[in-house]
């Protein structure tokens, strides 16, 4: 996602530091006064001179594991006894009080369902083994909150990052005190209180802070959680845009090493997909920001790969009982019925309608870390609170309430349903991108829906440039004019114009919304099924750099230029 500028026209590169931070923050060690000091003379590239080289840290994302358990699992029988046995669950009485409200059920019972995805690097246990390193505590060093939409058939993975200063609220200690809470990097949340196990109700009610929205479920998984995962399941499938050596994975080498991960595609598990998922140096610019591109690359692959296996017990019995060995939920997932009931209901989620992206954000020019960027952070709340897809389709689990004049509707699509050169093979192999051009929500994806009942092969590619088309505009390359002309059957009164760039794009206008009774001529934006109006469109900044789970895992697996 593209950075902003800071006053002086610059943009501030990539830096280290946040969890030096996060960690006197969280060990009470001089607050954020002390943290801002400590980063004065150096933070985390001045322990590492200091310090006695120890072994690479193996920083993984292990909600990756969780995230696929819960959309794969409900296959019960033995499983159900082996995850009854794992499972660990969080004090109840660590999660806030004041908090956003529930999301309301349609007429249906259809309800949206959002769910937190925490990795930690607790240095616990065994894990020590796989993260290497000596020191205690725990950190998320990656965090998801995955919304489930009200229908169930689509979800999106949103990345917050790890050193984005956030406000984090009162949190209740080990000691059964609560802190006071204040401005601090959003990761120092799991670190309160200084324990192996970390603090996921701090983070929880750190997340529900920040987005006004309220998280039904968290899931936590550590180092060996998804070192198992990746065995279970024989490997995941990744792909990197260069070769990574020893000295990548480990600058305290100063030297270049042998050649862990190999160029281009490849199948990882266990400590090869740690290096991956953890992976920072010697690709892009060396942010967090790629890595967390990495990070819900490998998390689709994991999905699609467990999707295509087939979810039945004999795939499902090693990887659960693998995931929940190391995992920790909130009290309302703390049995393996509970569990396989919520992750049944996920099921029919297509790895299309699967999507990833990351909150608004910015480089800060005062110190090391990164803001997140207004008002499109909060636009992108909105959205999930609404139940509008991040390409605007209402994914409410009903239909909006029906037009004024309910007859006018179907008489007037219905000449354009006649007109669809249906059966057509030849459009199967004719490729189309649909834009809204207006602010009626949903409307890219009616056009998508259209183009597919006539063959072709649609995508909803979300808002266009402008919300002002009053005419649906049909652009087309080089030799596709004739192609663009077959479109064009299907929108009756569209215009079209010739262009530079490669394919066919669809602009749908308020004639487009008219006439399928999504709004009116004049672009007025339509309500939402609780009444209420949509939220404004999110920028392309958001929907340009989603990943939906069935992408090519080698596209957009970095972020910047170098390395």
Known sequence: MPTTEDASGTVPGPRGGGRAEARRAAQGKGGRADARAGATTGGRAAARRNAKPKKNV?????????????????????????????????????????????????????????????????????????????????????????????????????????????????????????????????????SVGGTDNGNPACTQNTVEKLTGIRVDHTIVVDFNGFAAMTKAVNGVDVCLPKPIYEGDINPNLKKKGDLVLPQGKQTVDGQKALDYVRLRHGIGDGSDIGRMKRQQ????????????????????????????????????????????SFGL?????????????????????????????????????????????????????????????????PSQAAPTTAAAPAGDAANAAIKVSVYNGTTTNGLAGRGTDLLKSAKFSATTAGQAASTKYKITMIEYGSGQKANAEKIAALFPGAELSSGSSRGISVIVGQDFAATTGAGTSSGTPATTPGGQTPPQPLPTTVTNDARSADDDICANTTYGSGG
Request: aromatic share 6%.
């Open 58 to 190: 193996k920083k993984i994302v292990a909600w990756s594991a969780a995230g696929v358990l819960v959309l794969i699992a409900g296959a019960g029988g033995a499983i159900y006894f082996k995850l009854n046995a794992n499972i660990k669950s969080f004090d109840a009485d660590a999660i806030a009080t004041d908090r956003p409200p529930e999301s309301k059920a349609d007429a249906d019972g259809n309800k949206p369902v959002n769910l937190l995805l925490i990795g930690s690097d607790s240095r616990g246990g065994n894990n020590s083994d796989l993260g290497g390193g000596e020191d205690g505590g725990a950190r998320s060093d990656t965090t998801i909150l995955l919304h489930v939409y009200a229908d169930h058939k689509h979800a999106v993975g949103i990345s917050i990052p790890r050193n984005a200063v956030v406000q984090i609220p009162s949190c209740k200690l080990p000691n059964g005190k609560w802190t006071k809470g204040g401005s601090d990097l959003f990761n120092a949340a799991f």
């Open 297 to 340: 690359a490998f998390m689709s692959s994991l999905a699609t790969k467990m999707k295509k296996d087939g979810l039945n017990p004999t795939n499902l019995l090693p990887l659960a009982d693998a995931a929940t060995k190391s995992l920790t939920v909130d009290p309302g997932l703390d049995s393996a019925d509970k569990l396989l």
């Open 345 to 409: 209901s996920l099921k029919n989620i297509d790895m299309h309608d699967l999507k990833f992206v990351t909150v608004p954000w910015r480089y800060r020019t005062q110190d090391a870390n990164i803001d997140l960027v207004q008002p499109d952070s909060n636009k992108l709340w909105e959205t999930l609170k609404a139940d509008q897809t991040i390409d605007g389709q209402n994914a409410t689990g009903q239909q909006p309430d029906a037009p004024a004049s309910p007859s006018a509707a």
